[in-house]
């Protein structure tokens, strides 16, 4: 998982569909193991929230494009999510990646594709 040529996408980097499930699985055990993110999937049927969620991140890392679920906004709307959950999924997809053999630029690279979507993700204070 460390081709950092140009000639390949950034899902094909992380290792197309089966290294992108792997880290999905990583994550999701670090997250659920965060006893302050993992109140956010109490009740979430969590089989299909990481087939959700490999399939927004092949998608967002260059991939094929099955992902059929809501947009990002409508799935965090409501959930008052705050900068510092954000930051500490970050955090635990970093970890992930890093468990996952990926290399520190492609790492920051998959920082950088996620942090855009944090206006999506987090709550809006003014509206709270």
Known sequence: MTDTSASTTLYERLGAGDGIAAVVDSLYRH?????????????????????????????????????????????????????????RVIGHAATALAEAGVD????????????????QVVADASAA
């Open 31 to 87: 997250i659920i193991g965060d006893e302050t993110l993992a109140p956010f999937f109490e009740g979430t049927d969590m089989v299909e929230q990481k087939r959700h969620m490999a399939l927004f991140l092949a998608v967002a890392t260059g991939g094929p494009n099955g992902y059929r679920g809501r947009d990002i906004d409508a799935a965090h709307a409501g959930r008052g999510i705050t900068d510092a959950d954000f930051d």
């Open 104 to 119: 520190d630029e492609t790492i920051q690279t998959v920082a950088g594709a996620l942090l855009p979507l944090r206006d």
